[in-house]
């Protein structure tokens, strides 16, 4: 752990000198110091730190937000010292952080004891409420009734955590978020006069359970002018999703349907494209292309939302290369962006948050001078409800992309950054499809794995359509297929050819593959170990659409030369596949004469045999293949 100091000072404590001291002394290595937020970003990189610790002295609210922000993104962990809890400066800055992943707070009387505790015992979101409530008695300015209360909703956590340790953490989440609801209330309503420790802990309810439903509340809200392009709704905001996941297509519906009207569920980037100019509504929440769902081209849609709707929620996922252009993309064009670290999902917790408070932004918006009635619904307002939420979606991001457990070893080969996204580097993959002709991109698959295993590295293909050939083409036998495959529970899984590695198909057997669940762990298994992964994916373009984000991932499409028809159809998906992304790689089988279309380049041209046109296109390069572009 190299951990870089920006905390300032607190009010009675140096807090820089005090804490390297400590440190020193637990033998946790002080990268340096640094004392201006405008620079942090940078020295925490030249440093190699990879947890800083930030004071709210340090600068700006705005800048240190941004800050915290651009650290979190880049995988740092972060500590933050936000100030005394009793101002509203520090409950809104905390708001603020918390969305990007930021859970261990020390807030005021800061002592460096406090924060190594919090370097050797991460927080994890449920522990917010907790906090704030112990920061505020520690100020011992909380009345006996109020805090009696406190410890009730910190005994009913304790309760909790024995139960289910994992759930218990998070069991106040609904308290905090109704609590950031408040204090902007307490903007918008000068007549409310009741402390913010009375807000966040309501001795009139002492009584009552954390997940009883909320009383009726009347919120008045501030005026707003909103663009004349812009429809306004009537106290339920309306959704288009763009999830592209069945499953969380209805956790959405189950979770947020009493505080949102879904308008649609879009299967297609057309389909969202035309509900969101035609409803207008007032929020889009649209995920990036990969394993778990998505649409394609999602980034350019969340764009094309920010025109039509006042909220737009984009999903990026992993921040590879190309996720970072995409997110600072639709930031600029005013979206939200949620996000993780590479190899990473997204978080359950920060999805259903920033959900929520995207919700709740846009009633307050909408509503000029009106009263808006919380009613006796049943999931309004219960912690019990909302944490199920949570491991709902969380187990629907998980199962689709699988962590890597503890006990599992990191990949033997890393891959590097390639000088050109379509470079196939050691630890990529090769995705080849070829709609139309299916067994043709088997034969490729076969050719580029041992192409990739000439120079003694392991290879492992994948056969990840049930009409995929890779393995008969690399000399697997029908009697071996029946055996081998992966599709059928406790086959022989993989097949040995020396250093290649088969996961194959029995293209003879008709079996239901359920594929978008099954290949990404295949995908994480072979990349474990494998130098090079070459994916048959037959002729199913759209599975392999989905598969263009993966990190260090290069797309092959050979397209037919001769069949005008089928030639056309495939340059139109193309068209629309390839957007700005430069790791697609377009192929002509020209076997049966043919053209090669005016303005198209072609990478691998296919005049006698596929093994031949392979061997010409590409050109080893150190541990990367270089494709040798041909143009017609």
């Known amino acids: 752990m190299r951990i870089l100091l920006a905390a300032g000072a607190s009010e009675n404590v140096d807090v820089n000198e005090g804490l390297r001291k400590i440190l020193q002394q637990n033998n ?42 651009t650290l979190r993104e880049r995988g740092i962990r972060i500590i933050v010292l936000p100030g005394d809890i009793e101002h509203e400066e520090t409950r809104q800055f905390v708001a603020k952080i918390i969305p990007f992943g930021v859970y261990d707070l020390v807030f005021d009387e800061v002592k460096p004891e406090m924060i190594l505790q919090r370097l050797h015992n991460p927080a994890a979101l449920g522990d917010i ?43 106040n989440l609904f308290n905090f978020i109704n609590l950031n609801n408040k204090i902007k209330n307490e903007k ?35 005026e707003t002018v909103d663009s004349p392009k812009l429809k306004t709704t009537d106290k339920i905001p309306t959704t288009v999703l763009g999830l592209g996941n069945q499953n969380l297509n209805e956790w959405f519906k189950n979770t947020f349907s009493h505080t949102a009207e879904i308008v649609l569920a879009a299967s297609s980037p057309e389909e969202f494209r035309t509900a969101v100019q035609e409803n207008q509504p007032d929020i889009a929440v649209i995920m990036r292309a990969g394993p778990t769902g998505g649409l394609p081209y999602a980034d350019e849609l969340a764009v094309f939302s920010c025109q039509y709707t006042r909220y737009v929620i984009f999903i990026a996922g992993e921040l590879d290369d190309e996720g970072k252009i995409m997110a600072e993309t639709v930031k600029k064009a005013g979206g939200k962006v949620l996000s993780c670290p590479p190899g990473e999902t997204i978080s359950g917790e920060e999805l259903v948050l920033l959900i929520q408070n995207t919700i709740n932004e846009t009633i307050y918006e909408d509503e000029q001078e009106e009263e808006i009635i919380y009613g006796n619904e049943k999931t309004r307002g219960s912690a019990e409800n909302f944490l199920q939420s949570i491991s709902q979606v969380t187990d629907i991001l998980k199962k689709a992309v699988p962590r890597r457990t503890e006990t599992e070893e990191l990949p033997i080969n890393t891959a590097r950054i390639p000088k050109h996204p379509s470079a196939i580097t050691a630890g990529g993959v090769l995705l080849i499809v070829s709609p139309w002709r299916p067994g043709l991109a088997g034969r490729i698959a076969a050719s580029a794995a041992k192409i990739f295993s000439e120079g003694g590295g392991e290879t492992a293909v994948i056969c990840a359509s049930g009409r995929s050939t890779a393995a008969s083409w690399l000399g697997v036998t029908d009697e071996e297929l029946i055996l081998s495959d992966w599709r059928v529970p406790g086959s022989q899984i993989p097949v040995d050819r020396g250093n290649i590695k088969i996961w194959a198909v029995d293209p003879a057997k008709s079996l239901h593959m359920n594929i978008k669940e099954d290949l990404p762990y295949i995908l994480k298994e072979a990349r474990n170990k494998a130098n090079y992964t070459v994916i048959d994916f037959g002729e199913d373009i759209d599975l392999a659409q989905s598969y263009i984000h993966q990190k260090e991932a290069v797309l092959l499409c050979v397209v037919p030369g001769s069949d005008p028809v ?19 790689v377009i192929g002509f089988d020209l076997r049966e004469q043919g053209r090669i279309p005016e303005g198209v380049s072609s990478k691998l041209t296919i005049t006698t045999s596929p093994e031949e046109a392979l061997q010409n296109a590409l ?10 572009e041909v143009i017609s």
């Open 129 to 171: 409420p907790e906090f704030l409530v112990n920061a505020a008695m520690a100020k011992q300015k909380l009345s006996m009734e109020i805090s009696a209360h406190a410890e009730k909703v910190v005994a009913e956590a304790e309760i909790i955590k024995q139960k289910d340790k994992s759930n218990g953490r998070k069991l």
């Open 566 to 584: 089928e030639q056309k159809t495939s340059l139109i998906w193309l068209k629309r596949t390839l957007g700005k992304k430069d790791n697609i």
């Open 28 to 69: 946790l290595e002080v990268a340096g110091d640094c004392y201006s937020a405008d620079v942090l970003v940078n020295v925490a990189q030249q440093l190699s730190a990879d947890t800083v610790i930030i004071s709210i002295l340090l600068g700006d609210q705005d800048i240190l937000v941004g800050v915290i922000k």
């Open 619 to 628: 050109k080893k390069n150190l541990d990367q293949y270089i494709w040798n």
């Open 188 to 222: 918008l309503d000068n007549k409310n006069k009741t402390s913010w420790h009375e807000r966040f802990i309501n001795p009139k309810k002492t009584d009552e359970k954390i997940n009883e439903n909320i009383e009726t509340t009347t919120i008045k809200t501030k």
